[in-house]
T-cell receptor, first 111, second 114 residues
Framework: SQQGEEDPQALSIQEGENATMNCSYK?????LQWYRQNSGRGLVHLIL?????REKHSGRLRVTLDTSKKSSSLLITASRAADTASYFC???????????FGIGTKLQVIP | DTEVTQTPKHLVMGMTNKKSLKCEQH?????MYWYKQKAKKPPELMFV???????INESVPSRFSPECPNSSLLNLHLHALQPEDSALYLC?????????????FGSGTRLTVV
């Protein structure tokens, strides 16, 4: 079953603009991760935020986590055409072995 | 080596065939996973191996049979599949016992059952 639900499900922006994707989840988590998937191929791990963290940065990526609202957001600043992909949030429940993916946001960056 | 290699990249098989998907990593990861992804859907967990032992089976039909012959290799044996089993099959690995560590995914095998 899916734990996370991304919003919006599709997003189209111009190159250079910022892209914000949101993820809501249902149960308590150990951590929340964001992955990118290009053209239905393998997923690439982008960033992980632990349940006791509120914000994390990696290059042009900024992730926030609000455990009281059970939500997270991924901000991609100064977007590039190469950022065009599907983005999934994924939550780790309890133990370390079961990462569950949300439905994803399909991002299109127009050159 | 920071890759997970999956072979083949594409596979077409009949409903009476037996085939296998292969996944290999040399990162020293002792947790390995099989996910299934249908078009426009998120990946869904099928199996988890930890230290070469099956630790999670997400109620997957027995026509899918996983095998972990050593710490670097993960196989998925397929037999008597149905057309609805057509999907992208993804393998992933991670450090076992390390919850705050992301997964490394392979590029997947796109399976078509005819």
């Amino acid at each position: 079953s899916q734990q996370g639900e991304e919003d919006p499900q599709a997003l189209s922006i111009q190159e250079g603009e910022n892209a914000t994707m949101n993820c809501s989840y249902k149960t308590s988590i150990n951590n929340l991760q964001w992955y990118r998937q290009n053209s239905g191929r393998g997923l690439v791990h982008l960033i992980l935020i632990r349940s006791n963290e509120r914000e994390k940065h990696s290059g042009r990526l900024r992730v926030t986590l609000d455990t009281s609202k059970k939500s997270s957001s991924l901000l991609i600043t100064a977007s590039r055409a190469a950022d065009t992909a599907s983005y999934f949030c994924a939550t780790l429940l309890g133990g370390y072995q079961k990462v569950t993916f949300g439905i994803g946001t399909k991002l299109q960056v127009i050159p | 080596d920071t890759e997970v290699t999956q072979t083949p990249k594409h596979l077409v098989m009949g409903m009476t065939n037996k085939k296998s998907l292969k996944c290999e990593q040399h990162m020293g990861h002792r947790a390995m996973y099989w996910y299934k992804q249908k078009a426009k859907k998120p990946p869904e967990l099928m199996f988890v191996y930890s230290y070469e032992k099956l630790s999670i089976n997400e109620s997957v039909p027995s026509r899918f049979s996983p095998e972990c012959p050593n710490s670097s290799l993960l196989n998925l044996h397929l037999h008597a599949l149905q057309p609805e089993d057509s999907a992208l099959y993804l393998c992933a690995s991670s450090l076992a016992g390390e919850p705050n560590y992301g997964y490394t995914f392979g590029s997947g095998t796109r399976l078509t059952v005819v």
